[in-house]
């Protein structure tokens, strides 16, 4: 699924939005719009219930489950003003899934190819490379934070290659992650620009990308208010 754009970053029509706001009167739009959210948040779903013991395959079949019957309900009547993130509104639906007799189930759709293509191959290592304490909450949240920001990456990306400036993308991009230290002059010397216009470009490129965080974020929240309490938090996640 490509990241999500600008151009869907107006309120009221964000995701989440249309999902909360369709209730019983289910609308295509909005039906669209949680499956869009659902292949965002299998991710972190899926880090939680590593976290909390589950094995690989009964963590996939689980997901598979919640997603399925989230996708199936007819309404979101249960929505609450507390539930204004998705991501809360989504925990807190696994965790009663969990909780509920739909175990079997969800072991009934192995194999049987779920409602979204669970890629969880390379997601385990991420996951538990020196965070043994990591707790199933913590997981879930460092696991959207990063979620969301390798979208807003793969759109920066693709806005670069647009304007035909992927090799200067490329180069700069240990910058966007803390990959490696910066190193202005050798960037420079490998993209034919001095240092100072280097440190211009990747200052232009952090800008854009929170830009584009940003924009991700929009979608998972109902009120516009929230957005700068979930970036903060995004902050604070991905620098732990």
Known sequence: MRPITAEHAKFPSTHWTLVAQAGATRTLDSQQALEELCHVYWPPLYAFLRRSGSSPEEAKDLVQGYLARLLERKDLRSVAPAQGRFRSYLLAGLRNFLASECRRESAQKRGGGGVISLETEGLDAAAFVDREAESPDSAYDRSWAETLLRRAITALREEYSARGRSALFDVLKPALTGDNAEDHATWGRALGMTSGTVAVAVHRMRLR????????????????????????????ILSA
């Not at 990308?209 to 938090?233: G, K, S, Y």
């Open 209 to 236: 990308l929170r830009e584009l965080v940003r924009i991700e974020v929009a979608q998972t929240v109902q009120d516009p208010a929230d957005i700068e309490d979930e970036m903060r938090n995004l902050k604070a």
